[in-house]
């Protein structure tokens, strides 16, 4: 497993803000899904595990990292450049690898066909 490359990884508070006011959402399964057009030449993605989930920073940061591993599959296939922010909550943290990763698919396929 590993990581994002930074080209893929959004940062930076306003930016972040800005995709949370005024991007598309979409949820399934305790995930929040944010999209925005980047005004960048790659797909970017944050995701966001609160204290909501689990007050452990342990549990939270391993949730963190199965989003991320399944983004880093789903990136290729997205074709135009987007800004992307998964927002988890506390009905994700009992979900598992393959029920983050059905879910994440779902939306994905959603989102290409809309």
Request: proline share 4%; no cysteine.
């Amino acid at each position: 497993m590993a990581a994002l490359k930074r080209s893929y990884r959004l940062s930076g508070r306003k930016t972040i803000n800005g995709i949370l006011r005024s991007g598309r959402r979409m949820g399934a399964g305790g995930l929040t899904v944010y999209v925005l057009q980047s005004k960048n030449l790659n797909t970017r993605v944050a995701v966001i595990v609160p204290k909501k989930v689990d007050k452990r920073a342990v549990k939270r940061n391993k949730l963190r990292r199965q989003i991320s591993e399944i983004m880093r599959k789903i990136i290729p296939q997205i074709i135009e450049p987007l800004d992307i922010i998964i927002y988890a909550g506390p009905q994700s943290a009992g979900s598992g690898f393959d029920g983050l990763e059905k879910t994440l698919n779902a939306v994905f396929k959603k989102l290409i066909q809309a």
